[in-house]
């Protein structure tokens, strides 16, 4: 089944290095790489084969799908260079995060810790300074999220953040629902009510 939106060609997915404690979330590692494969979709990835991201690029590779991974210099032998996938070798994390960005249509923000959420707020906030429209849809399992999205409606309660910045994201509670709303997004139905997720 191929994807039927022509301008998302790859995603991006940002995720743990670690499995995390429910294997809940290595399992939607694994189904998230098929259906992006399946659908013909390319992954770009951190480049590691560690934890949740190896999961991912693995299951997409073993799908017969095409995959990007950029991986800085020093972290080569942390994360863990998988072999037979496409790997891009960058000097820093500034170079990785940018690459990531302009190599990918769309964004998947998976189960993940601080690195991963450090890639989701930059990709929020340059989504709210108009410097991208690409989509950004936090996979929400088990509400891994939830704390997260209680801290962003503190910051809007509290008046740091407009109320237009729920507009810089959408959350999904299920793998199969990825796809359908990275369609939505990028067709500008904005119709979609990302406050459901606060």
Known sequence: MSFTKPDIRSVCVYCGSAFGKD?????????LGQILAGAGLRLVYGGGGVGLM?????????????????????????????DDIDTRIVDNMHERKMMMFEEADAFVVAPGGIGTLEEAIELMSWRRLDLHKKPVIFLNINNYWQPFFRLIAHTLTEQFTPEAF??????VDSVEDILPAIARISAQDMDIDTRKVI
């Not at 294997?23 to 189904?31: S, V």
């Not at 017969?64 to 998988?82: A, C, D, W």
């Open 23 to 31: 294997a809940a979330y290595r399992q939607a590692a694994r189904d």
């Open 54 to 82: 190896g999961e991912t690029a693995r299951a997409v590779h073993e799908a017969s799908g095409q995959v990007l991974g950029i991986m800085p210099k020093f972290l080569q032998n942390r994360e863990i260079v998988l």
């Open 166 to 171: 729920l507009d810089t994201f959408t959350s």
